[in-house]
């Protein structure tokens, strides 16, 4: 065969877009896009997920970021969301039984809200109404008559004491410390002397008549307190009157007005009899006003103020302006943000709170409706996790702040009751991140039932370019953009494919495509044009490489200079441009490295120089070993091989990874061996595997135009190309520079399937075939390989036959290689 059946035609080193195939001349006449393209698997396992209602149907969604999940979950979400019932509201009100636990209520969306301000009304009513009932003169009378009848009773009571004490002998002095018996004599109080002059006898008979009238004292200090908690009872009965007449019409109403609320209705019950227990707080004040705060310290509440705080609602979650159910992106999912928090006011040094300082995290607020978390912010934030999988578990959440979880001591602080939750969870991570979650965490597969990959590449058909139009029309809206020429378009396609390196696929990592939109049209704009046409998105293509390649430019300068040793002309024995792909951020480029290969005679030795000096990856590594496969059964079948081989990368210094280059490496090491030289003008990649097959590797695109760059700097020739594997004739979406140099018959791309195609591209002589005899071809590369190796066997055995005097013992041999039994090793 010759070297031109191994070309590839210039047609097939990329795709172009046809502009007239899009049916449009400006994106002005495109409809805009509605929803995602190119993610169906995707958007079916989203769709499941939401659709199914049962416990652990919440979502992972993976993939690389730019790749449109989010704006996707978003355009899904919404549209799903607006045909759901809208979700109730939720709030906290004061639990009179048990203070400390606010009591949690729902009700109808926008209910909350009235409630709140109908119980700020209601209290604001009573603070007025009720002070002002208990100033009006029925009051004062009604007071009066309850007093007076009291009275009444008292003064009977005192008579009946005075005349009693009277016909004993004695009178009651009625004094600050309580009621004390004087006696009598003719009328008058007896002095202490005329009492201490008396006769025994009638001492003894005043201390009796003391005793019986000290009786009566006490059953009058007895009646009195009865008629205190009398007059105190029939008070509290006018007082409890009063303010029924004016508080029972307002809570009638409400409860009327929320009858179908329960919880409500309890509450209002509940709020009534309250303010009936604490009629005090209601009435006017007899002090005198309290001074006015300081100009400069701000007002603090009072403590009727605080009071009052009681009667207040908590509208914790206020889904009046919903529009179907609820879609929470919250990106900063912090403990307190994903699950609420209860607010602390700096009083008079301490902290105190009260229910109106609850607040809601985004479970609260996706209540009914759907939360999406990135679930690496949600692993970074300390206690969110978790905290989450316990909702998930429970079905639903308590709002506690971290402190008293983690606290070893009970502290007195409010404790409101739990929330149900009827949210979907949705997850957004990496695929690598959302796999080591699910190996690691035995919980995701309970609580997160449903994977949704995004795919980072779609088909390249007719529909899925005017799917990309739309997406270019709907970036116009808004007068962000100019509109797109067609030709604009057909480019924009083009890139994406670059993007892929896939001729038969598109990009759906739709960030870096609305990137060259903005540039394109900043192009446009600087061109003071009204279109965004194909040159300016070439432009922008070629504005972000030369941004982006300055470590490639100084890469270029060095073998320009001749620092770094590549030939691009000639040919020589046991040395090959191998090509590398180089990643500095999210650019990647190519560039060559000579390859070398050094034999001679010895014990099977096969020396990876990148490997003894720790700067072969694994993936590398393998590739090695891999060739060393293949020598094995191409050539050591009948024979030990009786060589030593080394084989290197020249000036590179840092590690060496993948298998690329290990085909590269074996054409060196046939080179060497068969003594036939390499054509330096044709650089070469592609893994082989042990049968001698040429196999695909990534990053085919990059690799040419990097191998085209340096042999443009140098002056091309018109022999000069690149040798590929077949299998990547697909992958290629050469620059428009270098499809035209193949064109032009300037630079030449080959495509081999096997090391024989190889072989003969670079050698230009045939490879062979294995004769009948097992023999090759005379004048073929594998017959000069075999013919050296033959040639080492002969020196090894005379070299065995007259210096056995001075070789080691058995067991004494180097063991600094391992053997196997065709004599092949690699060092160990």
Not at 356 to 365: P, S, V, Y
Request: proline content about 4%; aromatic content about 8%; overall charge negative.
């Amino acid at each position: 065969m010759s070297i031109h059946d191994f070309e590839v035609p210039a047609h097939k080193l990329n795709t172009v877009c046809d502009p007239d195939s899009l049916g449009f001349e400006t994106t002005a006449e495109v409809e805009h896009l509605d929803g995602t393209i190119g993610q169906e698997r995707a958007m079916s396992a989203l769709e499941l997920a939401v659709d199914i209602e049962a416990d652990g149907y919440n979502l992972f969604v993976s993939g690389v970021p730019g790749s449109g999940r989010n704006t996707a979950l978003r355009s899904y979400l919404d549209k799903v969301a607006s045909a759901k019932p809208n979700p109730p509201d939720w709030g906290y009100v004061y639990n009179f039984e048990e203070p400390s636990q606010p009591l949690a209520i729902s009700m109808t969306c926008g209910m909350m809200r009235q409630l709140g301000q109908d119980m700020d009304q209601l209290t604001s009513a009573c603070r007025q109404e009720i002070p002002r009932a208990f100033d009006t003169d029925d009051y004062s009378h009604r007071i009066e008559e309850v007093m007076q009848e009291i009275q009444e009773k008292r003064q009977s009571q005192s008579t009946e004491l005075e005349q009693e004490a009277q016909r004993l002998g004695f009178t009651v002095s009625f004094t600050q410390s309580g009621i004390t018996p004087v006696p009598l004599v003719e009328g008058r109080q007896m002095t202490q002397e005329e009492f201490a002059n008396l006769s025994d006898e009638l001492r003894e008979s005043f201390r009796t008549r003391a005793d019986e009238v000290q009786h009566e004292i006490a059953r009058l200090t007895r009646e009195m307190r009865r008629l205190n908690k009398e007059a105190s009872d029939k008070t509290n009965e006018v007082d409890t009157e009063v303010v029924r007449v004016t508080l029972s019409p307002i809570i009638d109403e409400l409860q009327g007005k929320y009858a179908d609320f329960p919880k409500v209705v309890q509450f209002l019950a509940d709020v009534e009899a309250d303010m009936v227990r604490n009629i005090d707080v209601f009435k006017p004040s007899e002090g005198p006003p309290m001074p006015a705060s300081p100009p400069q310290m701000p007002a603090l509440p009072s403590d009727g103020d605080d009071f009052f705080i009681r009667y207040k609602v908590n509208c914790l979650v206020d889904n009046t302006n919903c529009q179907g159910g609820p879609v929470i992106f919250e990106f900063s999912p912090t403990y307190y943000n994903l699950f609420g928090r209860i607010d602390y006011r700096a009083r008079v040094g301490t902290f105190t709170t009260d229910l109106t300082m609850i607040k809601a995290g985004a479970l609260h607020r996706a209540n009914g409706g759907y939360l999406v978390l990135q679930a690496r912010d949600v692993l970074l934030s300390p206690l969110s996790w978790e905290a989450l999988k316990r909702s998930l578990r429970s079905g639903e959440v308590r709002i506690e702040n971290i402190g008293e979880q983690n606290s070893p001591l009970p502290s007195a602080t409010l404790r409101p009751q739990a929330i149900p939750i009827d949210a979907k969870v949705i997850m957004v991570g990496s695929p690598q991140l959302i796999q080591m979650l699910r190996s690691m965490d035995e919980d995701v597969r309970r609580y997160f039932k449903v994977n949704a990959d995004f795919d980072t590449v779609m088909d390249r058909n007719q529909e899925n370019e005017k799917q990309y139009a739309s997406f270019v029309a709907s970036r116009t809206s808004g007068n962000t953009l100019m509109h797109f020429h067609k030709t604009a378009v057909a480019r924009v396609i083009d890139y994406s494919s670059r993007l892929v390196e896939n001729q038969e696929k598109l990009t759906t990592r739709f960030l870096d495509i609305a990137d060259i939109l903005t540039e394109a049209n900043y192009w446009a704009d600087k061109d003071n044009g009204d279109l965004v046409m194909g040159e300016h998105v070439s432009k922008a293509v070629e504005q972000k490489r030369y941004r982006l390649s300055l470590t490639e430019d100084h890469l270029q300068e060095l073998i320009a200079e001749g620092t770094i040793h590549i030939a691009t002309e000639g040919k020589a024995v046991g040395q090959v441009n191998g090509l590398a792909v180089y990643s500095v951020g999210d650019y990647a480029f190519g560039k060559p490295s000579r390859i070398s290969a050094r034999v001679s005679l010895g014990r099977g030795q096969l020396v990876n120089i990148e490997r003894e000096t720790d700067l072969s990856g694994k993936i590398h590594s393998k590739g090695f070993m891999i060739l060393t496969g293949y020598m094995h059964g191409q050539y050591g079948q009948d024979r030990p091989l009786s060589l030593a081989a080394s084989i290197g990368f020249e000036q590179t210094y840092s590690e060496v990874d993948g298998d690329s280059a290990s085909s590269t490496e074996l054409y060196a090491l046939i080179s060497a061996l068969s003594g036939m030289p390499l054509d330096q003008g044709i650089a070469v990649t592609g893994s082989v595997n042990q049968a001698g097959d040429v196999q695909a590797i990534g990053g085919a695109t990059f690799k040419i135009e990097g191998f085209f760059d340096v042999c443009s700097a140098a002056g091309l020739t018109g022999s000069q190309g690149v040798m590929v594997p077949r299998d990547n004739v697909k992958n290629l979406m050469l620059r428009d520079d270098v499809t035209q140099a193949v064109k032009d018959g300037k630079f030449h791309i080959y495509a081999v399937s096997t090391i024989d195609e190889g072989l003969e591209v670079l050698t230009g002589v045939a490879a062979g075939e294995r004769q009948e005899g097992g023999t090759f071809m005379e004048g073929t590369v594998h017959h000069a390989v075999e013919a050296r190796l033959e040639e080492f066997g002969r020196k090894a055995r005379e070299f065995a036959r007259t210096g056995a005097a001075s070789q080691p013992e058995d067991g004494d041999e180097d063991d600094s290689t391992v053997s196997n039994d065709a004599g092949l090793s690699a060092r160990a």
